[in-house]
């Protein structure tokens, strides 16, 4: 059974920092391309960072210079380094993992908000 665990979200401040991951199973890990998007309800799914298995990273215009995204293959784990956060950038964060010859899976999200 296939599994993705986003964990790392919560409360933080504006200009503050928060790192989340999310654990894969189930899944030939290595092979996927990796991704996180985000949610506010009402809004489309944007997509906000990607990272293929070659390693190569892609980022959304509104996170760039601000977010890093990673993964260790070893560990089954994608992570999504937030720094600078901006109240706007409130929402639901989901991974997902996506190769074109398999389903794409997607995990639960974990809710990230930037408040003072």
């Known amino acids: 059974q296939v599994q993705l665990a986003e964990s790392g979200g919560g409360l933080v401040q504006p200009g503050g920092s928060l790192r989340l991951s999310c654990a894969a199973s189930g899944i030939s890990f290595s092979i996927y391309t990796m991704c996180w998007y985000r949610q506010v309800p009402g809004k489309q799914r944007e997509l906000v960072a990607t990272v293929t298995r070659s390693s190569s990273t892609n980022y959304a215009d509104s996170v760039k210079g601000r977010f890093t995204i990673s993964r260790d293959n070893a560990k089954n784990t994608v992570y999504l380094q937030m720094d600078s956060l901006k109240p706007e950038d409130t929402a639901v964060y989901y991974c997902?993992?996506?190769?074109?010859?398999?389903?794409?899976?997607w995990g639960q999200g974990t809710q990230v908000t930037v408040s003072s």
């Open positions: 997902s993992a996506v190769h074109s010859l398999f389903s794409d899976y």
